[in-house]
């Protein structure tokens, strides 16, 4: 298990990756594909697959926990676990943030640095996979595609930046803060009110830009026209098939997420990286 580690720069360097201990990881994968109607002019076929993956540390070196700013790793525990304070909301009073002072939850404070750190789930999710089908009529196909994941929990670092509470002061405010934020007319929200030059502490590392890494995407949708043989003959062609295509057409997200995309790399991190982007495409195919 190779983890980024710090070390004295007067190296000349200021982190060394080394061997730091050992993880267990358990799962299985299960494909199913098949026909479903077939008839003279029709061709029905559909596929889906899903993956299912456990991991946990199991041993570290000293036996420590490795602390890092918004994850820990911890012998038991998933590899990418997140730690850090968790969000309460929003005092409706003062439109201040609110978190939680321990891990009973039962008392808040406006006051981070008062606040210890909690487990609040992993980036791991419980299943992923995808599915899809394709329907044949005489020269006509279609064919749709969704890929999609369950569970596990994804930190959006930008939104830090983004969504911040005019703590980032050159920032723009998004669309989403505008709407959302504490003012007198919006006392029951879980967004900060919004002041130039914050202080406080409302874009610290907590929950409050944790969210549910749940999403389901329409990946692909395609429609094409497969030429009858017998105008090809001449033209000394085997097959011509002209198609359309649409890549990322739509995301099915968690109602809690706050972004574009919540496909994110084993991390669980989105920091800035581009969202899928939705791409059309025309073509032909040719066999001879």
């Not at 999403?215 to 094409?224: A, I, S």
Request: charged residues 20%.
């Amino acid at each position: 298990m190779l983890f980024e580690l710090p070390i004295s720069q007067v190296t000349g360097l200021s982190k060394v990756y080394q061997n730091i201990g050992s993880m267990r990881n358990r799962g299985v994968e299960i494909g199913l594909n098949g026909t479903i109607l077939q008839t003279k002019g029709w061709t029905w076929t559909a596929y889906a697959n899903v993956t299912l993956n456990q991991n946990r540390v199991t041993k570290l070196s000293g036996g420590k926990p490795i602390e890092g700013t918004y994850t820990i790793q911890q012998e038991g525990y998933p590899l990418r676990q997140f730690y850090m304070v968790e969000y309460a909301g929003v005092d409706p009073n003062t439109g201040n943030p609110l978190w939680y002072k321990n891990a009973s939850g039962d008392e808040t404070t406006t006051n981070w640095n008062e606040c210890e750190k909690r487990y609040l789930g992993s980036a791991d999710p419980k299943a992923y996979g995808g599915f899809g089908t394709r329907v044949q009529w005489k020269n006509f196909d279609f064919s749709a595609d969704f890929n999609y994941r369950l569970g596990g929990k994804v930190y959006a670092v930008s939104n830090r930046f983004f969504n911040a509470a005019g703590s980032q002061g050159n920032v723009t405010p998004t669309t989403y803060l505008y709407e959302n934020a504490w003012t007198e007319n919006n006392r029951y929200t879980d967004v900060p009110k919004y002041v130039y030059g914050n202080t406080t502490g409302e874009n610290n590392h907590s929950s409050r830009f944790l969210y549910s890494g749940n999403f389901l995407r329409v990946k692909n949708l395609q429609l094409g026209y497969t030429l009858p043989k017998g105008l090809l003959k001449k033209a000394l062609i085997d097959n011509m098939r002209i198609y359309v295509s649409v890549d990322n057409i739509y995301t099915f997200k968690a109602k809690d997420f706050v972004g574009y995309d919540p496909e994110t790399y084993t991390s669980g991190l989105i920091s800035f990286q581009y969202p899928s982007t939705r791409t059309f495409l025309a073509g032909i195919t040719l066999g001879f």
